[in-house]
């Protein structure tokens, strides 16, 4: 759902989901979070592609960059100590939680002759394609890379990195935003599940249905979507995080990590 609503979240509410529901580890609940936020990803990407609203070669710059350094932040997160990891989430989370409520209360910039400013990344209506600069290219590149180590160390998607950066950027609409970031998530995470899946067993009986779940309700999501506020799902997804994220810096201070 907050996949789906927002182009971020799903992978991050899935760890603590994974944990305090399942009783898995971080580093069990990881490569099952990464499948399921994938294929679900992928799924969203192929509906924004049928609607035309995927930018295609800047997701396929920022996933491949994102690829390239998921398996290192996978091989870190397995010689890490899991109250380090689980610490790390929490701080992660209440940053996406603070960065999604002030994204809800923001107006779009403007200069002093009251004209949009214009964008590091600016994409063309005429053209319906980005104006490709080195300074766009480089920008992306480097979201990239952030959203795979976070994705392939934490076991998140890295679109709570990805919708921000997209939003102060560029001036995509918010459905471009939501698919384009999908389709990033579905690269990242597919090359995080692979490096993880390789390190240890997943645990299918419980990736299987989880993943199920979380592809048909994204589905559900993006129906849902056209009927709410966008600032109200920005909002009620910040004070979920929020909430979550306490969860886990209490459960980190009573020492009740796995």
């Known amino acids: ?17 994974l944990t305090f529901g399942a009783g898995l580890s971080q580093t069990q609940a990881a490569p099952i979070a990464l499948v399921a936020i994938s294929l679900a990803a992928t799924l969203g990407a192929m509906l924004g592609l049928r609607d035309g609203v995927v930018r295609y070669r800047a997701a396929l710059l920022i996933g491949g960059a994102g690829m390239l350094v998921a398996p290192a932040g996978v091989w870190l997160a397995h010689r890490a100590p899991p109250a380090a990891l689980t610490l790390s989430l929490a701080v992660v989370m209440a940053l996406s939680a603070l960065t999604m409520y002030r994204r809800s209360l923001e107006q779009p910039a403007r200069t002093g002759a009251g004209r949009p400013a214009l964008p ?66 579905a690269l990242v995470s597919a090359a995080g599940a692979l490096a993880a899946a390789g390190q240890q067993d997943m645990q299918w009986q419980v990736a299987l249905p989880f993943t199920l779940a979380a592809m048909g309700a994204l589905i559900g999501a993006r129906l849902l ?22 969860a886990l810096l209490v459960r980190a201070a009573q020492g009740g990590l796995a």
């Open 120 to 185: 590091v990344c600016y994409w063309s209506a005429k053209t319906g394609r980005f104006v490709w600069t080195r300074s766009c290219a480089a920008a992306l590149t480097g979201i990239g890379l952030v959203a795979g180590a976070i994705s392939g160390l934490l076991g998140v998607g890295g679109g709570f990195v990805l919708v921000p950066a997209f939003t102060r950027l560029s001036n995509l609409r918010v459905d471009a935003i939501v698919s384009t970031s999908q389709a990033v998530i």
């Open 1 to 17: 759902m907050a996949l789906g609503l927002t182009g971020a979240g799903g992978g991050i509410l899935a760890i603590p989901l």
């Open 225 to 246: 979507a056209r009927r709410l506020s966008p600032r109200l799902v920005q909002r009620s997804f910040a004070l979920l995080s929020g909430g979550i994220a306490t």
